[in-house]
């Protein structure tokens, strides 16, 4: 129609989509502030992260709730931050068809693998210690 206001696409971004001070310093969104399917389902929590989080004192995830079950090369992997790349999941492990239940192995598997001798983290903190 001639003369018809054209709907506003863009009314529910009226930023630069950086809302939160935590997004404005790291220079990007944090997901699940916008879609709530990717907020863990606590019911499906494994029993390493339930004691895992008893342990450490926390009511939710806190900075594992943006880490999910991705893919390298053909294979289930979960990326690591600290070493800038992906940890793969054994071969023989098998993996449920539910995407949260695949995030939740995500997450312990991060937890396991950078709590392990073999991350490289530990190599430089050997390394650059102080004391």
Do not use: C
Not at 20 to 30: D, F, N
Not at 49 to 78: P, Q, S, T
């Amino acid at each position: 129609m001639p003369g018809a206001k054209k709907p506003d696409i863009n009314k529910f971004l009226k930023s630069t989509g950086l809302d939160s001070k935590r997004e404005k310093e790291i220079g990007q969104h944090i997901g699940y502030r916008y879609d709530v399917n990717l907020l863990p389902d606590y019911k499906r929590l494994t029993p390493f992260l339930r004691k895992y989080m008893e342990l450490m004192g926390w009511d939710d995830l806190n900075w594992l709730e943006d880490v999910h079950m991705g893919y390298e090369e053909g294979r289930a992997a979960v990326f690591d931050r600290n070493v800038n790349g992906w940890v793969t999941i054994p071969k023989n492990m098998k993996l449920p068809d539910n995407q949260q239940d695949r995030d939740m192995i995500a997450r312990e598997m991060l937890i396991k693998f950078q709590m392990s001798p073999r991350h490289p983290m530990v190599e430089l903190r050997k390394a650059y210690k102080k004391f």
